[in-house]
């Protein structure tokens, strides 16, 4: 049995920082891409960053220069450090990875953090 469970979020003030991570367990043979996605009430999921296996990220424009995935390939964790926190960074934030378990290769998702940025 494959899971994936997020961790780190909460309540914070806009300039403020937090740090999430998604930590994907179980009969695992390879994880591909990981990313971070997020669901604003009444709003489409989007991708926020994605890291492939060798370690290249992917960012959407409205976070570039403020958040950072990174992963620990040892660990089969990903984070993602987000800095100078936005009001509409509001949403929550779901893990996706592109696994291969056995035989298979299929993508996974987290069950989801909540981020709030607000005064």
């Known amino acids: 049995q494959v899971q994936l469970v997020e961790s780190g979020g909460g309540l914070v003030q806009p300039g403020g920082s937090l740090r999430l991570s998604c930590a994907a367990s179980g009969s695992i043979r390879r994880i591909n891409a990981m990313g971070w996605y997020r669901q604003a009430p009444g709003k489409q999921r989007e991708l926020v960053a994605t890291v492939n296996i060798g370690g290249s990220t992917n960012y959407a424009d409205s976070v570039k220069g403020r958040f950072t995935m990174s992963r620990d390939n040892a660990n089969n964790t990903a984070y993602l450090q987000m800095d100078s926190l936005k009001p509409e960074d509001t949403a929550v934030y779901y893990c996706?990875?592109?696994?291969?378990?056995?035989?298979?290769?299929?993508?996974?998702w987290g069950q989801g953090t909540q981020v709030t940025v607000s005064s």
């Open positions: 996706n990875a592109d696994l291969v378990v056995g035989w298979t290769r299929r993508g996974y």
